[in-house]
Each structure stands twice: as structure tokens, then as C-alpha cells.
């Protein structure tokens, strides 16, 4: 049925489309737009705002060997490991990856989105959030020009390191956490050391899944990428991801309606490139020849083509013939009363569409927002309060009747929405800079906390904790 509809997307397109080419928007972090809410229109990734992925068990058995560009889950997996077989019932959290350090091994051999200008110091710092990294190992740390309260050199780590990202996976584990998806940024592959660097993380990820019975998907982000060769640029590196890194024949890659799992963020942006016309030519691909379940990381507007969506109306044909589509939420309101307005005026009409058309339905929940480091804003510009402002997103989400969810984000502390392990209070984080700790809001909290509330999330998604607007858990 998706197969016949791609083809009659394409088919429309060709007949209505008025072939906009929306500029792409610069490479590089940063670069929000305006409109939309508190934050403005979110990116999910380099090139735009806000970044933009139960039970316990051991690692998954080794992969079968893919069939074409799909390829086929490998057999094994031990009990206790999340279930790879749908992403219905999991809350699956975004997994940037995009940090390196000099010295860590990796070809650019640079400071990536920790600082600017390859500098480690206070003025160039672009984080606005110090991860906790109390149980990484010397040789999981890189020295930063930043000196903690008492003295000690701060140090950081590196998405390059196999140990650190499978450690993420054990975090994972013991919070409930089903997965992640992985975000891969298009702008970099046509440059070497990127390409290496972005398939290591893949291969590091690809581990911590395997070794901790949690799930993985990869999601491109087309954020300044290249208009011109995007279509190409996207069949190429899947083919890439397939065929030479294995990725959908781990065991442990996340699929859904018997395909894997795929997402391209940033179709129909207005600050985004791509026609209709490209658009429908790759979901068309992916969905007849690579043989995936293709998400759509969407505008939040994708419905009215309004606001953060481009406006020719061959793309909300475009939009429906995702099998998933996620609307950006991140910036979109700042407080419970704006979560709950977003619910009723956006989350409960959008899933009424999806029904509708037939395509399911992933909106997204982020705990805060702030990026004064990044870009100047306001530091801890919308607040956490604790937990309660993700909490109350996930109650409407469950409450109007999704029954998956994306997080927003695992490790984005760039623009503070990191769920990860978090430097709990200002004696954790290096002096003289400007950072949101997670005491911030006046609440005493664990640096695993919000781990902690993204496993209890999940549990409520599938039923396995009462539907309620409070915390069930307490730090």
C-alpha cells in the first residue's frame, strides 16, 4: 500500500510541484531561524537550533548478512535485550555523537562542537551543559585550558572513543532506556576525516547496542548540505552504511513494519534544501529499492505548510508518504501551559492525520533549552523545573494517544537538551564559565536523573507505569 502511495506522491509532485529551492542553510553549528514558539525553528543537528534515538539484559548475538540495501536483522540477541522488531511502545532518544577531542585519535584531530575555533578555553566554549564524566577512565579523558573549583585540569571526552559511547550503553541499560538513533549530518561525508570519524561513532554505536541489548537506527541530517547532490549524496552513504559498515545486519538495529528503520531530518524546512521533487524521488528509493521504513523528521508546521515548513503544496503529499513522521517540537513553547496548548493544537490533530493517511506517528519530548554559549541566548532559557517540564510532554503525548516517542536529545548538551549524565552543581563544572547545572531550577538532583526519567517514560509509554502527570520515581 506505502509503495503504490510513494508512486502516487511522485506522480503529484510532478503535476503541482513549483520546484522551490530553499536555500540550504550554512554548515557548521548554529544558525536558527526565526518563528515558532520560544526557540525559534529547531535544527536537529550541525547547521541549525536544538540538535535536530527496558528491561536489563546482555549483548545480541551476532548479525545475518544483509539483503540488499535493506539487509536483514542478524539472529540472536540475549533475554533481557530490548525487543528490535517495531518502534511502537519505545521512547527512542536522539544520539549526536558529534564530539571529538584533539588528541583523541580521530582524523581531525580537533575540538568539534566543544568549543570554537579549536580552543578550550572559557571564550571559546559552545556547550551550555558539562557532562558527568567522574566514571570515565584517563584514557577516556582529553585536557581541556578549563580548571575545575579545585584546581584539576577538566577534561572531556570523545564520541571517537569505543569505550565512552559503549558506557553510554551501559547507562542505557540500567535506566530502561530502549535505543537510540543515531544522527548523521550530510554536510560532512564528502569530507575524509569527517566520514571517518562520523562511521567510527556509527561502529561505536553499533557496539554499545550489541553489548548492552539496546536498539540503534541511523538518522541523516540534511542541515547544509549540498542541494545540488543531496538525492546522490543520501543513496550513496546508505549503500555505505549497508554494505561496508554492516549496520542493518547487527542484531541490534532498530526496525519497524519489517523493514529497518531509516530517518532523514529536514525535509520541507524552509531553511533547508531539497525540492518536492527530490524528496518524493527519496522516499521513493528508500522505501521500493533500499527496502526501509522511512521516518520523516518534519517541520512542526508540516500540516499547514506554515511557519517552519516551505509552502508548495506538493509537499504535504510529500509528508504523508513517510511510513513515520516526527514533527520538531524543540522551542516551540516553554512552559506546561504551552505543552499542554501544543498537545491539543498540534499533537492530538496531527495523530488524527496520521490515522487518517495510514502513516504512524513520533512526536518528539526535550527536557530544557539553552544556548548561551552557542549563540548568546540567555542562559537555562527554558527551564527543566526538575524534570517536570519533560515529564508533562510525555503525559500529553501518551495521554492523546502516541504510541512512540523521540527524545530530544541523549548527549545535545550544545543547546541543553542532554538526557545523558549531567555535572549535577556548580562545584562539578569548571570555573569561570557559564553553564546550567541541573540544581539550576533549585532542585538537588543525581547526574543520572534525567536517565532515570527517560526509562520511566518509556514504561508509561507502553503501559507498564499508570498514565499520570506527576514523576512516579524520585531522585
Known sequence: ??????????????????????????????????????????????????????????????????????????????????????????????????????????????????????????????????????????????????????????????????????????????????????????????????????????????????????????????????????????????????????????????????????????????????????????VSYFQNTAQVTLMGGVPTHWRTLSDDSKTDPAWLFVYRSFDIVSPWSVGRYADDAGADNFAIGQIAVDLADAQTHGFDYMPVVWPGFSWKNLNGGPLNQIPRKGGTFWWRQVFNAVSKGSTMLYGAMFDEVDEGTAMFKIAPTSATVPAGASFVTLDADGQSLPSDWYLRLGGAGAKMLRGELPLSPTIPISP
Open 1 to 282: 500500500m506505502r509503495v503504490a502511495l510513494t508512486l502516487a506522491v511522485m506522480a503529484l509532485v510532478s503535476a503541482c510541484s513549483s520546484e522551490e529551492s530553499g536555500a540550504p542553510g550554512a554548515a557548521g553549528t548554529g544558525g536558527a531561524t526565526s518563528g515558532g514558539g520560544a526557540g525559534g525553528t529547531a535544527g536537529n543537528g550541525t547547521g541549525g537550533f536544538a540538535g535536530s534515538s527496558g528491561g536489563t539484559g546482555g549483548g545480541a548475538g551476532s548479525g545475518g548478512g544483509a539483503a540488499g540495501l535493506g539487509g536483514t536483522a542478524g539472529s540472536g540477541g540475549t533475554a533481557g535485550a530490548v525487543d528490535v522488531s517495531t518502534a511502537t511502545g519505545k521512547l527512542l532518544f536522539g544520539y549526536q555523537g558529534w564530539f571529538a577531542c584533539e588528541g583523541d585519535g580521530a582524523p581531525p584531530n580537533r575540538w568539534v562542537h566543544w568549543f570554537s575555533q579549536n580552543t578550550p578555553d572559557a571564550q571559546h566554549l559552545t556547550v551550555d551543559m558539562w557532562p558527568d564524566v567522574s566514571e570515565l577512565s584517563a584514557s577516556e579523558l582529553f585536557p581541556t585550558s578549563l580548571t575545575l573549583p579545585g584546581g584539576k585540569v577538566a577534561a572531556l571526552y570523545s564520541a571517537y572513543t569505543n569505550a565512552t559511547v559503549v558506557r553510554h550503553f551501559a547507562w542505557m541499560e540500567d535506566a530502561g532506556i530502549d535505543g537510540v538513533m543515531l544522527q548523521r549530518f550530510v554536510s560532512e561525508l564528502k569530507d575524509p576525516a569527517f566520514l571517518a570519524l562520523r562511521d567510527k561513532v556509527a561502529q561505536n554505536v553499533m557496539a554499545g547496542a550489541e553489548a548492552h541489548g539496546r536498539t540503534f537506527a541511523i538518522m541523516y541530517d540534511i542541515s547544509g548540505a549540498n542541494a545540488a547532490t543531496l538525492v546522490d549524496d543520501l543513496k550513496q552513504d546508505w549503500a555505505h552504511l549497508v554494505n561496508d559498515l554492516g549496520v542493518t545486519s547487527s542484531a541490534r538495529y532498530q526496525r519497524h513494519d519489517n523493514r529497518p528503520l531509516l530517518a532523514i531530518w529536514g525535509l520541507g524546512f524552509s531553511d533547508r534544501p531539497g525540492t518536492p521533487a527530490e524528496a518524493a524521488a527519496l
